[in-house]
């Protein structure tokens, strides 16, 4: 007997992004999962997988582009691997403890810095890449001035805006 319920289309305009930075913590994504691309997990979604350099702007660009190409004209989700490294400590709780990361990994990745190759990339336009970073600092000054000539909330608006209005 056939199932009279329709089908659910599961082509959802979304996009999901899993910022891979190759570490749990301290334990290596080899270490925790079957394979070392977690975009290979998403096979039974039967969704568009990619993986890309998650250091590489112009990469996660042309991805991201594409992504949102799908989603927009119908084509349903794509999940993107940005493959990445965390050069600091997972949090302060781990702060003080050893580095167990090999120290060439380290230095690797280090070379690999998304700001600094990105600046390499725009140093034919330096004035444009100042005059950005110029405008960051003067929205930024103006936001922490603006924060801190704010007066404090009123503790009896504390949970303002937190819990949406459940609507039945």
């Known amino acids: 007997m056939a199932d009279a319920r329709p ?78 490294f965390r050069r600091t400590w997972h949090s302060f709780r781990y702060a003080n403890l050893p580095e167990v990361r090999p120290a060439e990994q380290l230095a690797e990745w280090e070379s690999r810095d998304p700001i600094a190759r990105l600046a390499s990339l725009l140093s034919t336009e330096a004035a444009e890449l100042s005059a950005i970073a110029e405008a960051v600092e003067t929205e930024l000054d103006g936001a922490v001035e603006f924060a801190e000539a704010s007066p404090f909330p009123d503790v009896a608006d504390l949970a303002d805006d937190v819990y949406a209005e459940v609507t039945r």
């Open 7 to 84: 089908r659910i289309d599961w082509r959802l305009p979304a996009i999901w992004v899993c910022e891979n930075n190759q570490y749990a913590v301290k334990t290596p994504v080899a270490d925790a999962l079957p394979t070392d691309h977690i975009s290979d997990l998403v096979a039974p979604a039967e969704m568009p997988s990619v993986r890309v350099d998650g250091n590489d702007v112009e990469a996660v660009h042309a991805v991201a582009s594409e992504a949102v190409e799908r989603a927009r004209s119908g084509g349903g989700p794509t999940f993107i691997e940005a493959v990445t």
